[in-house]
């Protein structure tokens, strides 16, 4: 069903910048999309093929090197399907076999459907691998951009990464979020520990080994540590752990509950919930734990703070209506309003990047737990997930992508989605998985 045209997605031309005049031409051709977190399936994305990798050297190379390629040729590939302003354009084995075709083209990859054409070229010099990557218009057959990137060829992952990176910057003026990390829970026996990983999920590691139970992740604005709540040291406080040490210290141990901590966007406040008044409220910390000021006050519990992007608003989750329902109000807990109003129970809001919706967990009329997104108004509720038990949503750095937790293969694990409803994956296979949250650009 098409979207009315008030919520119909806004496009703008990205300037790139080129000195040429095809280059100019192409600011016409390629867009940027500002999404939010609503279904967008009517929005034609940009199709983008990427061939293999070709050895350029001339020397010779062995098994090991042509593996290196593949595999940063892969890399290339899976960032360039998971981007939400894109769609991987495969390579047609039955086409190429009818038409004799050895080598594609840009026209071959314009009949198979792509709009560009992503080329990479390799040498291995020493112990380095030198990568060539040139970005083509195959409407027009011509070449409009082209990069190198070089590291020490243990690091290909890496390598493939910050190509897939420069490769949306040329192409929407945006920063790639391919090198970014996740934090996440997985349960192992009695305890629950946080474990931080590549947005795709590989080179998954361990963060914290206390035994305990440590949830509610979240990073700090410079991507180098993770507050968290852990169970450690009896009551659940709030902690931070550097990610590159290991080396975990308290930061909130009041009494009773110190949980669901949430990161300013100038990361200077941290808004979390305390009990050492006896009931779940909102307050806002110093990032060295110090209490600067209790927002609410209310015989109900109230959790879940998110910020907006500017700063200036925190919603949360509270029953005080009797079940739990998402609430606005400022940063000095004044001018509190109510936004949810369907959905028997809504609950974990987090903000989109352009501020005017939020992104939450609902139990819809089917009783199963879903994401569903709403304007900051109160209007335009809308279910984002139609399939199994989802919870703890949180968006990436650009604002394109959500993480979250589901059931919808069998045991609890994490998953992503761009906010279009394409690119729905699952990162991990562990099971028991939980609570995950998306770092900053590094």
């Not at 290196?68 to 590939?77: E, F, G, I, K, L």
């Not at 369907?342 to 009329?365: A, C, H, K, M």
Request: proline letters at 4%; glycine letters at 8%.
């Amino acid at each position: 069903m098409r979207l009315p045209a008030s919520l119909m997605l806004t496009f703008i031309i990205t300037v790139m910048g080129f000195t040429s005049s095809f280059a100019q031409a192409q600011r016409d051709v390629v867009r940027n999309i500002f999404f939010d977190t609503l279904r967008t399936g009517d929005v034609r994305v940009t199709t983008v093929g990427v061939d293999d990798m070709k050895y350029i050297g001339n020397q010779y190379i062995n098994q090991d090197d042509s593996t290196y390629m593949n595999s940063v040729t892969a890399v290339v590939r899976r960032d360039v399907d998971f981007y939400a302003d894109f769609e991987l354009v495969l390579v047609d084995s039955f086409y190429l076999e009818v038409y004799e075709i050895i080598d594609l083209d840009p026209l071959g990859w314009m009949r198979l459907g792509a709009d560009y054409l992503v080329k990479l070229e390799a040498e291995f010099p020493g112990r380095n691998l030198r990568v060539r990557w040139r970005l083509f218009d195959t409407a027009r057959r011509q070449q409009f951009a082209k990069g190198t990137v070089e590291m020490d060829k243990v690091h290909w992952r890496q390598l493939g990464h910050e190509i897939a990176n420069e490769i949306v910057h040329t192409m929407t003026g945006e920063d790639g979020i391919f090198l970014t990390k996740i934090v996440y829970a997985r349960k192992i026996g009695s305890a629950k520990e946080l474990f931080i990983a590549d947005y795709d999920g590989a080179n998954e590691r361990q963060l914290t080994n206390n035994g305990s139970i440590n949830i509610s992740p979240t990073f700090s604005r410079d991507g180098k540590s993770v507050f968290y709540t852990s169970y450690t040291g009896g009551d659940p406080h709030l902690y931070r752990i550097n990610i590159e040490s290991g080396q975990a210290v308290l930061v909130a141990d009041y009494p009773g509950i110190v949980a669901a901590p949430a990161v300013s966007p100038d990361g200077n406040k941290i808004a979390c919930v305390l009990t050492r008044d006896g009931n779940s409220e909102i307050y806002l910390l110093e990032p060295n734990g110090k209490i600067i000021k209790r927002l609410t006050r209310h015989r109900a519990i109230d959790t879940a703070p998110t910020w907006s992007p500017d700063g200036q608003l925190i919603a949360f989750s509270s029953d005080r209506t009797g079940r739990p329902q998402v609430y606005i109000m400022d940063i000095l807990g004044l001018n509190l309003r109510r936004i949810t109003w369907e959905g028997s129970y809504n609950d974990s809001p987090i903000w989109s990047q352009r501020g005017d919706r939020l992104t939450f967990v609902s139990r819809s009329r089917s009783r199963r737990f879903d994401l569903a997104s709403i304007d900051t108004s109160g209007t335009d509720y809308r279910v984002l997930t139609e399939v199994g038990m989802n919870e703890n949503p949180h968006f990436s750095p650009d604002g394109k992508h959500i993480i979250f937790s589901s059931d919808r293969l069998g045991p609890r694990d994490i998953f992503t989605m761009d906010i279009s409803g394409r690119n729905q994956r699952r990162l991990t296979r562990h099971g028991r998985c939980s609570n995950p949250t998306w770092g900053p650009l590094p």
